[in-house]
């Protein structure tokens, strides 16, 4: 069973966002000092509304359920700028405290998406073996 089957809905693709995401804001922290350097971030709330808009089923009948939106990390996820609360005169943006703060985020939301696959897995190996 792979990790893009329906039975783990979003998380699996989340993962990998939020993976992408700390690299970006990793490499935020590592050009603090870069003169010109500009910080980038990837919004999930963007990404996550721009994937459920695009995947809203199509019913025949109103009183038919729809499914559960494939999240597909792929041209979405395109890193933007951040707008800086104070830039540097050398024109870097990288706020050090922001960017920590963001990684704790990203970091935060990556191990609740890795304890809601974990607690899926254990759930089907429950139900399979009956233990």
């Given at each position: 069973?792979?990790?893009?089957?329906?039975?783990?809905?979003i998380?699996?693709?989340?993962?990998q966002?939020?993976?992408?995401?700390?690299?970006?804001?990793?490499?935020?922290?590592?050009n603090?000092?870069?003169?010109?350097?500009?910080?980038?971030?990837?919004?999930?709330?963007?990404?996550?509304?721009?994937?459920?808009?695009?995947?809203?089923?199509?019913?025949?009948n109103?009183?038919?359920?729809?499914?559960?939106?494939?999240?597909?990390?792929?041209?979405r996820?395109?890193?933007?700028?951040?707008?800086p609360m104070?830039?540097?005169?050398?024109?870097?943006?990288?706020?050090v405290q922001?960017?920590q703060?963001?990684?704790?985020?990203?970091?935060?939301?990556?191990?609740a998406?890795?304890?809601f696959l974990?607690?899926?897995?254990?759930?089907?190996?429950t139900?399979?073996t009956?233990?």
């Open positions: 069973m792979a990790l893009e089957d329906p039975l783990f809905g998380h699996p693709a989340a993962l966002l939020q993976r992408q995401r700390m690299e970006l804001i990793a490499a935020n922290i590592a603090a000092d870069t003169p010109g350097f500009q910080a980038r971030d990837i919004d999930f709330r963007q990404v996550l509304a721009a994937t459920q808009a695009a995947a809203a089923p199509q019913r025949s109103p009183a038919h359920l729809g499914g559960a939106p494939q999240l597909s990390v792929g041209e996820a395109e890193p933007s700028f951040r707008v104070q830039p540097a005169q050398d024109g870097n943006t990288v706020d922001v960017e703060a963001q990684f704790a985020d990203a970091a935060l939301r990556y191990r998406s890795m304890g974990d607690a899926r897995i254990k759930g089907l190996i139900a399979l009956g233990q």
